[in-house]
């Protein structure tokens, strides 16, 4: 720790933790994305909102670049750090600071684990929502910069939803109390809802108030296999309309092929093209017959081919494992991710044609598919052939993803559901946003960050 300007810095904040050893470098410096190398100035772990403040001062006094960092388990390249930037983890702000029964509201710090946040909620007879398969590991403070969408938005919401209210400090360093946890408040701008989704470029997230929902009902999962994926959006209204969803999610042989190789057990003595997961409301004799109702419409119509109904907990995470393993399960062929949305009514003739573009202009790749199909939300990772380098791979899908960005754009959709932009989908962000929507973002971020320092290359070259 030889760089003496770190010595403002620790005056500033003695209790600051700051480390520049060479494996916190690598282990702070990346998230999921594993595409480019660590290249951090130093790492910051904070472990109050005053150290917070006292840093993002520092930085801006010495022009050093910020990035938030949360769980890293982001997959768009938010929270890489390659450029010499100050990486401020939250992991030592993970508490949970009050619960309110009155306002079912639960006050945490931002550097909490989803999963520690369902825990808290479920101990006071409630439950936070929002859910998806790195509940491990990922944060409170990552979700909301990346306005995190999972498994139950169907029913739930983003997290957006849950946000009553946000500590943060912006990257001019003042410390805003956006909405203080009130249901209604017409004061204005929302502010609160510009830190949400903003990715780390306008303020670090100290705190935030997040509200709780009555507890999930019983329920029940379904595993539906189906011939074809024509027929997915009726299999989709044929359930909603008989049950309450909580949720439908989407898969390929091919990723049920990845998750077995990866240890899970097979579903059905056969194999069949695609396959949902559904989770809804059961616990009674009238819904185990709508969901018999539901199965047995799908399957006179030709649209589903089999299924299998949970008998028990630990067989409903059985299968829920067949669709949370997919991403773990294709790590170790270095996908390149997309994450795309277009309306629920547009999701059949989009992915029609974005399948048959794909298999017609890219037959040396492996895609994989699988999502939210629930809320027009598809993930479409291509698999990197071993024998191609990695460099020349990434080229390759910029072409794919070009390709998605301009189907996209025909069906009104966006080039991120839930992930982000970061550094992976940057390029492509005037296909989802106008060229107006874009200056009055960079406006903002100018606003708020007026050196720039916050998560800079991030989201929108300022
Ligand atoms: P990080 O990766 O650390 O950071 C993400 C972004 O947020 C970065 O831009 C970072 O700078 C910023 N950030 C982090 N903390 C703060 C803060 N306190 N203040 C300001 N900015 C901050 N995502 C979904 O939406 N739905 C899914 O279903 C889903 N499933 C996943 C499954 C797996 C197995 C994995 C590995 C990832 C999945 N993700 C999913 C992606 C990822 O988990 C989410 O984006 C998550 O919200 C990131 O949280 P994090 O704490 O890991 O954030
Ligand atoms: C999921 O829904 C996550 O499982 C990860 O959003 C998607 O790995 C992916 O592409
Ligand atoms: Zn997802």
């Not at 359930?239 to 049920?256: G, I």
Request: proline share 4%.
């Amino acid at each position: 720790m030889t760089d003496p300007r770190f010595d403002a810095l620790l005056a500033a904040a003695p209790g600051l933790r700051l480390t520049t050893e060479r494996s916190d470098l690598e282990h702070y410096g990346c998230d999921w994305t594993r595409r480019w190398t660590p290249a951090p100035l130093a790492i910051a772990l904070p472990a109050s909102i005053g150290e917070v403040q006292a840093l993002v001062r520092w930085a801006n006094e010495h022009d050093i670049a910020i990035v938030p960092s949360g769980g890293r388990t982001g997959l768009s390249g938010g929270a890489v750090a390659a450029n010499g930037e100050l990486v401020v983890s939250l992991e030592r702000m993970n508490r949970v600071l009050a619960f309110d029964p009155v306002d079912r509201s639960l006050t945490v710090q931002a550097g909490i684990a989803l999963q520690a946040v369902h825990d808290a909620a479920r101990e006071h007879g409630l439950q936070y929502p929002v859910d998806f398969g790195a509940r491990g590991s990922c944060t409170i403070g990552g979700n909301i910069a990346t306005n995190a969408g999972g498994i139950r938005v169907i029913r739930y919401g983003n997290t957006r939803e849950w946000i009553a209210g946000l500590t943060v400090v912006t990257g001019a360093g003042d410390l805003l109390e956006l909405n203080r946890g009130l249901l209604k408040n017409s004061s204005g701008y929302d502010l609160r809802h510009l830190l949400i989704g903003s990715e780390g470029t306008l303020g670090i997230v100290v705190e935030a108030t997040l509200r709780l929902a009555e507890p999930a009902p019983p329920t029940n999962v379904m595993l539906l296999a189906l011939p074809s994926f024509e027929g997915l959006m009726q299999v989709f209204a044929a359930f909603r309309e008989r049950l309450q969803l909580e949720a439908f999610e989407f898969f390929t042989d091919r990723a049920l092929r990845h998750v077995l190789a990866h240890g899970a057990q097979a579903p059905f003595d056969e194999v069949h093209p695609y396959y949902v997961v559904a989770e809804f409301a059961a616990g009674d004799g009238a819904h185990e017959a709508a969901a018999l109702a539901a199965f047995e419409h799908c399957l006179d119509a030709g649209l589903v081919s089999d299924g299998v109904i949970s008998q028990s907990d630990a067989q409903a995470a059985q299968l829920w494992r067949l669709r949370e393993g997919i991403t773990e399960s294709l790590a170790r062929h270095a996908p390149y991710k997309n994450d795309v949305s277009v309306r629920v009514s547009a999701m059949p003739a989009f992915l029609a044609e974005a399948q048959a573009l794909l298999a017609r202009e890219y037959p040396q790749f492996e895609v994989v598919w699988f999502g939210h199909i629930g809320d027009g939300n598809l993930h479409i990772n291509v698999l990197k052939p071993e024998a191609l380098e990695a460099a020349d791979f990434v080229g390759q899908c910029e072409s794919v993803t070009r390709l998605l960005a301009d189907t996209l754009a025909r069906h009104g959709g966006s080039i991120s559901a839930e992930h982000g932009i970061g550094l992976v989908k940057k390029a492509y962000l005037e296909g989802t946003r106008s060229g107006a929507e874009i200056a009055i973002m960079r406006g903002i971020a100018r606003v708020l960050d007026p050196n720039g320092i916050m998560n800079p290359g991030k989201l929108l070259d300022r």
